[in-house]
């Protein structure tokens, strides 16, 4: 079996690849002359030089392949052109699905985001549930017509399954798309102290482990059409720092910044962004996306898919047992 998998130096795909080679897959990667490899040096795999934005290159990269993990996307908070997000997150997969449909892969399995489903109210997110606030960025948009856009091709008669982490941390590249763990490398070394309006904001916090197994198993057992939410447990920002100053033994006074004073900051932060291009901290968006309930359940992954979730009190001690050895290299 080959596998082919686009996004393969990011947080979540380095580790997918990892996963794979271990399982005795032949894997071949698509990514830019650019990129950082030394994550997956050693690995006897194929390295195709090119970008989800140019077809040529995605045509050679699928080649010879079974099976697609697509995980490629633009997922930053911000970009000087709001397109960005289109291109990549619609265009590269539109481009990934044509070359696969084109070169026979038996199927693809496109990574979307939980944020397509929007904000949870009094229950926790599903894959049936409808989604009743407007989108908060770009990123959101771009993500559910890229959804749509699998939707199509399943259409067609292509087997694509999608696939949507929630807030992924875990043991990892400390980059932008594994801010949790950053956020919580930062707190045990008493550099983040902060915690959005009164703190009862949920979110839900998946292991990374759990995520890239689930990839696997959407390969496998995802019915074609089919969306599932790869997830942990909902928990509140006060739970999460509790749950971290107890297992960090680290016992920092927490600083409620209120949502006025976070969105101001936002704003100048954008401002500096538009007018300097300086990359912000934060932008408005992305206050209102965390001042909000993102409550998922992953019960359809776990009946259709046999996913399954690690405690989070279980994750978190794993996560920072990697960090305390890596801060001791």
Same mark, same amino acid.
């Given at each position: 079996?080959?596998?082919?998998?686009?996004?393969?130096?990011?947080?979540?795909?380095?580790?997918?690849?990892?996963?794979?080679?271990?399982?005795?897959?032949?894997?071949?990667?698509?990514?830019?002359?650019?990129?950082?490899?030394?994550?997956?040096?050693?690995?006897? $795999?194929?390295? $195709?030089?090119?970008?989800?934005?140019?077809?040529?290159?995605?045509?050679?990269?699928?080649?010879?392949?079974?099976?697609?993990?697509?995980?490629?996307?633009?997922?930053?908070?911000?970009?000087?052109?709001?397109?960005?997000?289109?291109?990549?997150?619609?265009?590269?997969?539109?481009?990934?699905?044509?070359?696969?449909?084109?070169?026979?892969?038996?199927?693809?399995?496109?990574?979307?985001?939980?944020?397509?489903?929007?904000?949870?109210?009094?229950?926790?997110?599903?894959?049936?549930?409808?989604?009743?606030?407007?989108?908060?960025?770009?990123?959101?948009?771009?993500?559910?017509?890229?959804?749509?856009?699998?939707?199509?091709?399943?259409?067609?008669?292509?087997?694509?399954?999608?696939?949507?982490?929630?807030?992924?941390?875990?043991?990892?590249?400390?980059?932008?798309?594994?801010?949790?763990?950053?956020?919580?490398?930062?707190?045990?070394?008493?550099?983040?102290?902060?915690?959005?309006?009164?703190?009862?904001?949920?979110?839900?916090?998946?292991?990374?482990?759990?995520?890239?197994?689930?990839?696997?198993?959407?390969?496998?057992?995802?019915?074609?059409?089919?969306?599932? $939410?790869?997830?942990?447990?909902?928990?509140?920002?006060?739970?999460?720092?509790?749950?971290?100053?107890?297992?960090?033994?680290?016992?920092?006074?927490?600083?409620?910044?209120?949502?006025?004073?976070?969105?101001?900051?936002?704003?100048?932060?954008?401002?500096?962004?538009?007018?300097?291009? $300086?990359?912000?901290?934060?932008?408005?968006?992305?206050?209102?996306?965390?001042?909000?309930?993102?409550?998922?359940?992953?019960?359809?992954?776990?009946?259709?898919?046999?996913?399954?979730?690690?405690?989070?009190?279980?994750?978190?001690?794993?996560?920072?047992?990697?960090?305390?050895?890596?801060?001791?290299?």
């Amino acid at each position: 079996m080959k596998v082919l998998v686009t996004g393969s130096t990011g947080f979540i795909g380095v580790r997918l690849v990892h996963f794979l080679h271990k399982k005795g897959i032949s894997v071949q990667i698509l990514c830019r002359k650019t990129s950082d490899i030394r994550t997956l040096k050693g690995l006897p $795999i194929r390295i $195709i030089h090119g970008d989800v934005l140019d077809y040529p290159s995605v045509e050679k990269a699928v080649d010879g392949c079974d099976s697609v993990f697509h995980l490629a996307g633009y997922a930053k908070n911000w970009a000087r052109r709001s397109k960005v997000f289109f291109d990549v997150n619609v265009g590269g997969t539109k481009n990934v699905l044509d070359a696969a449909k084109k070169a026979g892969v038996k199927k693809v399995v496109v990574t979307s985001t939980c944020m397509t489903f929007g904000p949870s109210a009094k229950a926790a997110k599903k894959e049936c549930d409808e989604r009743e606030a407007s989108f908060f960025c770009a990123y959101e948009k771009a993500k559910s017509d890229c959804e749509t856009l699998a939707c199509e091709y399943v259409d067609k008669g292509f087997q694509v399954v999608t696939v949507n982490p929630t807030r992924v941390f875990g043991p990892g590249l400390l980059n932008e798309a594994n801010s949790v763990t950053k956020m919580i490398d930062k707190y045990i070394q008493g550099k983040w102290r902060f915690i959005l309006s009164d703190g009862k904001a949920i979110g839900n916090y998946a292991y990374v482990e759990d995520v890239v197994l689930g990839h696997w198993l959407a390969l496998e057992k995802g019915k074609p059409g089919e969306k599932y $939410i790869l997830g942990g447990e909902n928990l509140t920002y006060n739970d999460f720092f509790k749950i971290l100053s107890e297992l960090s033994h680290r016992r920092y006074k927490i600083i409620h910044i209120p949502y006025k004073v976070a969105m101001a900051f936002a704003v100048f932060q954008n401002w500096m962004a538009r007018w300097f291009h $300086i990359y912000p901290l934060i932008t408005p968006d992305w206050v209102r996306v965390f001042n909000s309930d993102w409550a998922f359940s992953s019960e359809k992954a776990e009946k259709e898919i046999n996913y399954e979730i690690t405690p989070f009190r279980e994750a978190l001690d794993r996560t920072l047992s990697w960090l305390n050895r890596e801060q001791g290299k």
